[in-house]
């Protein structure tokens, strides 16, 4: 069996659902299990009408427009969704009855975008000669925490999961990004988790093979609206892969790898407008060929910089506490850096909580430094344990070009070097260092 994930963009549309029918048709011997997202822009159009359902009387035109429309290009009837509609709209309008808009409601608002293109989905491919039934993903046992918003599967979830796929007949197409709680409550894994969705079933049925299929043909060795030249990385390890994650890469879901790795699973990344393009492949086996694979940014780091008290705590304590403070608030920490008696730490985004934090943080008996819109850079490779030759070669190509580096830092398993930079200078350091990189080799 193999798991194929298809994209809100790789949905958008009747011709593209067209598109991705013949795409599970020609892999239908390989017993595909297929999950899907919510067309394109459906999701950010539901948090909207979410949020100001409290206030204004729900207006469904554009959901029921855009569904519509794509029911018409793929000759389907209009009545296949109305159930589902029907019970949106009564749930909209609950919530003007509601003191509080929460993330478990917004959870349950959410749904509505995978139920209704899986509905589509499943509908057009039995018309078209492949027999397939849509499943809401919580009811084949994907169970998860109360963390709504951004959920994780129970350890019961997966042996559920692999009971219920196992006795399919129809090819499933499976919601993705959706769970349920223990007490039924609608719940999501965050943005971008329906590749995690894809991930857990795929871990739960052992699947040969994970196939996320996006508008983008494969993983690219930099940002392509930034830099022209980007090309594909045909292949990354596991660890690349996790490490480009980690760091932003967007094509990539951070959560998503983790499930691969346990079951040794391969994963590609391939284009659903290009479906004979071999993409890249994300896998246990480290890449045949060292060298930088990609070049990755993040815009928006803030960067908060504190002295180790001079007296009072240990080191130890004073970094559990600080740690402490930031799990409080529910930050993640980016890079994390000291230097003697010096602590740098970077988030990605101004929190809304800022100066308390840092007020916060300077009762510890430390005065906090803050420095914001800075950008991250980070150049991934199983060469970089070359740390002084790449080193060398980054601020080599660097200084000609007036590019002030705040902060580097290499990552414990040596497949990184990451620097700061000033936001101003983000996309002429990333070209410069994709020229450094990638394109002189082309020229040789």
């Given at each position: 069996?193999?798991?194929?994930?298809?994209?809100g963009?790789?949905?958008?549309n009747?011709?593209?659902?067209?598109?991705v029918?013949?795409?599970?048709?020609?892999?239908?011997?390989?017993q595909?299990?297929v999950?899907v997202?919510?067309?394109?822009?459906?999701?950010?159009h539901?948090?909207?009408?979410?949020?100001?359902?409290?206030?204004?009387?729900?207006d469904?035109?554009?959901?029921?427009?855009?569904?519509?429309?794509?029911?018409?290009?793929?000759q389907?009837?209009?009545?296949?969704?109305?159930p589902?509609?029907?019970?949106?709209?009564?749930?909209?309008n609950?919530?003007?009855?509601?003191?509080?808009y929460?993330?478990?409601?917004?959870?349950?608002?959410?749904?509505?975008?995978e139920?209704?293109?899986?509905?589509i989905?499943?509908?057009f491919?039995?018309?078209?000669?492949?027999?397939?039934?849509?499943?809401?993903?919580p009811?084949?046992g994907?169970?998860?925490?109360?963390?709504?918003?951004?959920?994780?599967?129970?350890?019961?979830?997966?042996?559920?999961?692999?009971k219920s796929?196992?006795?399919?007949?129809?090819v499933?197409?499976?919601?993705?990004?959706?769970?349920?709680?223990?007490?039924?409550?609608?719940?999501?894994?965050?943005?971008?988790?329906?590749?995690?969705?894809?991930?857990?079933?795929?871990?739960a049925?052992?699947?040969q093979?994970?196939?996320?299929?996006k508008?983008v043909?494969?993983?690219?060795t930099?940002?392509?609206?930034?830099?022209?030249?980007a090309?594909?990385?045909?292949?990354?390890?596991?660890?690349?892969?996790?490490e480009?994650a980690?760091?932003?890469?967007?094509?990539?879901?951070?959560?998503?790898?983790?499930?691969?790795?346990?079951?040794?699973i391969?994963?590609?990344?391939?284009?659903?407008?290009?479906?004979?393009?071999?993409?890249?492949?994300?896998?246990?086996?480290?890449?045949?060929?060292?060298g930088?694979?990609?070049?990755?940014?993040?815009?928006?780091?803030v960067?908060?910089?504190m002295?180790f008290?001079?007296?009072?705590?240990?080191?130890?304590?004073?970094?559990?506490?600080?740690?402490?403070?930031?799990?409080?608030?529910?930050?993640?920490?980016?890079?994390?850096v000291?230097?003697?008696?010096?602590l740098?730490?970077?988030?990605?985004?101004?929190?809304d909580?800022?100066?308390?934090?840092?007020a916060e943080?300077?009762?510890?008996?430390?005065?906090?430094?803050?420095?914001?819109?800075k950008?991250?850079?980070?150049l991934?490779?199983?060469?970089v344990?070359?740390?002084?030759e790449f080193?060398a070669?980054?601020?080599?190509?660097?200084?000609?070009?007036?590019?002030?580096?705040v902060?580097?830092?290499?990552?414990?398993?040596?497949?990184?070097i990451?620097?700061?930079?000033e936001?101003?200078?983000c996309?002429?350091?990333?070209?410069?260092?994709?020229?450094?990189?990638?394109?002189?080799?082309?020229?040789?």
């Amino acid at each position: 069996m193999i798991v194929m994930k298809f994209g809100g963009t790789s949905v958008r549309n009747g011709p593209m659902i067209h598109q991705v029918t013949e795409i599970i048709r020609s892999q239908l011997e390989r017993q595909p299990v297929v999950i899907v997202s919510a067309h394109a822009g459906v999701t950010d159009h539901l948090i909207q009408l979410g949020e100001s359902a409290r206030t204004h009387r729900p207006d469904l035109t554009w959901i029921r427009e855009l569904h519509t429309q794509i029911l018409s290009e793929l000759q389907l009837s209009t009545h296949l969704i109305t159930p589902l509609l029907e019970e949106l709209e009564r749930t909209l309008n609950t919530l003007s009855l509601a003191e509080h808009y929460t993330p478990q409601r917004q959870d349950e608002i959410l749904s509505f975008g995978e139920r209704l293109s899986a509905t589509i989905i499943a509908s057009f491919m039995t018309k078209q000669g492949i027999p397939a039934r849509s499943y809401e993903a919580p009811d084949l046992g994907l169970l998860t925490n109360n963390h709504f918003g951004e959920a994780h599967p129970l350890a019961e979830a997966y042996p559920q999961l692999k009971k219920s796929i196992s006795k399919l007949q129809e090819v499933p197409v499976i919601t993705g990004f959706l769970g349920k709680t223990l007490a039924g409550e609608w719940t999501t894994l965050g943005r971008s988790g329906s590749d995690f969705s894809a991930s857990i079933i795929a871990n739960a049925i052992s699947a040969q093979e994970i196939q996320f299929w996006k508008d983008v043909p494969g993983v690219m060795t930099a940002d392509p609206r930034v830099v022209l030249q980007a090309r594909t990385v045909p292949v990354l390890s596991f660890e690349e892969a996790s490490e480009m994650a980690c760091y932003g890469a967007k094509i990539l879901h951070p959560s998503s790898i983790l499930p691969a790795i346990e079951k040794n699973i391969p994963i590609r990344i391939l284009n659903t407008n290009a479906p004979n393009f071999s993409g890249t492949t994300i896998g246990e086996s480290p890449s045949a060929v060292d060298g930088i694979k990609a070049i990755i940014h993040k815009k928006n780091i803030v960067v908060l910089r504190m002295k180790f008290p001079s007296s009072g705590l240990f080191k130890s304590e004073f970094l559990q506490k600080v740690f402490g403070i930031f799990a409080r608030y529910h930050l993640r920490l980016g890079l994390i850096v000291t230097i003697e008696d010096m602590l740098t730490l970077t988030l990605h985004q101004p929190p809304d909580s800022l100066k308390i934090l840092t007020a916060e943080l300077e009762l510890l008996g430390t005065e906090v430094q803050v420095e914001q819109n800075k950008s991250l850079i980070c150049l991934i490779g199983r060469a970089v344990p070359k740390v002084r030759e790449f080193a060398a070669k980054i601020f080599k190509s660097l200084p000609q070009h007036e590019t002030e580096v705040v902060v580097i830092s290499q990552g414990l398993r040596k497949i990184n070097i990451a620097f700061l930079v000033e936001q101003s200078q983000c996309f002429s350091t990333l070209k410069i260092l994709h020229q450094a990189f990638f394109e002189s080799e082309l020229k040789r």
